[in-house]
């Protein structure tokens, strides 16, 4: 369930129930959130382990259900950055950047 604030009239980002929007008053409302993603660069045995072919799609679900307004990455792989950059969801509601090296 998301904030709205309160005023009488809320208008949702394009309509679509999301919960970033502007009230009546013109106060901007957003969401932001944040996900270790937990980079997949570690041995073979590891890399079974945590099952990177199962929790970064289900990383990707989660953004589009929860649909924050800023999301913050953590521990993003280049498998995952290319996973974000290929996604349809992604493209149409985010500006990817990256800090090359880190």
Known sequence: ???????????????????????????????????????????????????????FPAALQWIEKVSPTFLGLNEVSPLFMEMLGSSEYIQKNYFLSDAPGH
Not at 19 to 36: D, K, M
Not at 44 to 55: G, H, Y
């Open 1 to 55: 369930e998301c904030f709205k604030p309160p005023s009488t009239h809320f208008v949702e980002k394009g309509g679509t129930g999301d919960c970033h929007g502007v009230t009546e008053s013109g106060t901007f409302v957003f969401r932001a959130a944040t996900l270790n993603v937990l980079t997949d660069q570690f041995p073979w045995p590891v890399r079974l382990a945590i099952a990177s072919s199962v929790r």
